[in-house]
């Protein structure tokens, strides 16, 4: 259930019946005297019928069911910006609300699949999808999306287990489950208002035992070298985070195709299918699917030749790999915007971030004395640097956030109510945010 958020004035609610975004400072409270209201009768009738038509409105799932013409306009229009196309310049401080709608928008796709997975260890069918992909979107509220599920998608563990763990639980030893799914747009409305047909590729975050283990493989490893590769200066090479790529290219060979094998099938077929006209990629994760987004968006552009345009939607991500593997992804033309919490750890781990390369290949390490960063510069495989364009918010600048610990900093739906409130960085939060919250 939504907790109620604060309500608006009903002057603010008989302007155009939409309430404009401000900043949180002091609470007017309302008078409860009736004597000395001065409104007639018919007046606050009228007034409480517009108020509750604006209730209803915000109260809609389908965040881009409350966009203006004008605005459903400017983003057909501009679609390629809001993907990224000039680095998001301009667009985040203050946030631009065409983006802001967005980037909710694929929160909740993300947020489908933690709704549509079976936690349940008990279940029979733990670790799989509870919904079949023609309702995936009905069940998990989201009836009106105009996007079709195509394909479930599972990641698979390379650990190898020992025997011991045959006498535990079936549970501890789950080695492939349900990570996600691909869906594209068919809706002939939404395809013309988002300027395109968009296809979203969408990833939950760490549930199974072994997807925690292959998260404290941090130390970084090479990535497989492709034919467009080309090694740095210095002979460094791409390299990410061991435990993430062992979940996106590890495979059962007695069931199931690895994560890549299956985004790279359904990425093709897709692309067979809709490839005459405009098309965009939209891969986004909360955590571990964040990291997942960012390898397949790699993957997509290094493994097809004239890929459409592809973009990244991180919310709570770590760390993914090396400087090397930075500079790729922006040769490749891959856009990634970060959502990250200031006050959430998962983001600044793992490892240690280069702010600094000189010529000669040394690295700078904010923060850490000139003899650890020798030490860092030997050891390169903990060495990461951060990816993309990074919007930054945080749990502080809430008013609704109070004793806020690292599970709820974390938590997708601090995530999206931070998102939903956030104005600019001098006015960081609007009084209006409050729905996201134990939704």
């Avoid at 013409?69 to 301009?90: A, C």
Wanted: overall charge positive.
């Amino acid at each position: 259930m939504r907790p109620l958020r604060p309500s608006p004035t009903i002057s603010q609610a008989s302007s155009n019946n939409v309430v404009q975004p401000r900043c949180i400072s002091t609470t007017i409270q309302p008078s409860t005297k009736p004597d000395r209201l001065s409104m007639s009768e018919e007046d606050t009738r009228q007034a409480a019928k517009r108020f509750q038509k604006l209730i209803d409105k915000s109260n809609g799932f389908n965040l881009s069911s409350s966009l203006s013409p004008s605005r459903d306009e400017k983003l057909g229009k501009r679609w390629m910006q809001y993907q990224g196309l000039g680095n998001w310049e301009g667009m985040l401080d203050p946030l631009d609300d065409n983006l802001r709608a967005e980037i909710l928008r694929y929160g909740n796709f993300v947020e489908a699949t933690y709704k549509s997975f079976e936690f349940d260890p008990s279940s029979p069918s733990y670790a799989t999808c509870r919904f079949h992909k023609n309702s995936l979107f009905d069940r998990c509220g989201l009836p009106n999306s105009g996007y079709k599920v195509t394909k479930h998608l599972r990641a698979t563990s390379g650990i190898q287990l020992p025997r011991w763990v045959e006498r535990a639980p079936s549970w501890v030893a789950t080695q492939s489950s349900y990570i996600g799914y691909v869906a594209v747009c068919e809706n002939k409305e939404e395809i013309k208002r988002l300027g395109r047909r968009d296809v979203v590729v969408a990833f939950r975050g760490t549930t199974t035992c072994l997807e925690w283990l292959e998260n404290l493989r941090a130390n970084l490893t090479h990535l497989p070298c492709s034919s467009n590769f080309e090694m740095g200066k210095n002979g460094d090479v791409p390299m990410v985070e061991s435990g993430f790529l062992s979940l996106y290219t590890s495979g059962n060979s007695d069931s199931s195709k690895s994560l890549q094998q299956m985004v790279r099938d359904e990425i093709a077929r897709v692309l067979q299918t809709y490839g005459d006209e405009p098309i965009s990629l939209t891969i986004t994760g909360h955590s571990l699917g964040a990291a997942l987004a960012t390898l397949a968006a790699y993957d997509i552009n290094q493994h097809f030749n004239r890929a459409p345009m592809v973009t990244v939607i991180s919310f709570g991500g770590p760390r993914v790999g090396n400087r090397k593997f930075r500079q790729q992804l922006e040769k490749q033309g891959t856009k990634v915007l970060r959502i990250v919490n200031s006050d959430d750890l998962i983001t600044k781990v793992p490892g240690f971030v280069i702010d600094d390369v000189a010529d000669n290949g040394s690295v700078h390490v904010a923060g850490l004395p000139s003899w650890i960063q020798k030490r860092v510069e030997d050891a390169q495989w903990w060495t990461y640097a951060e990816v993309g364009k990074e919007l930054r918010l945080c749990s502080r600048d809430s008013p609704y956030l109070t004793g806020s610990n690292v599970a709820t900093c974390h938590a997708l739906d601090t995530y999206l109510h931070l998102v939903d409130g956030f104005v600019s960085s001098t006015c960081p939060f609007k009084a209006t945010a409050k729905r996201f919250l134990g939704r």
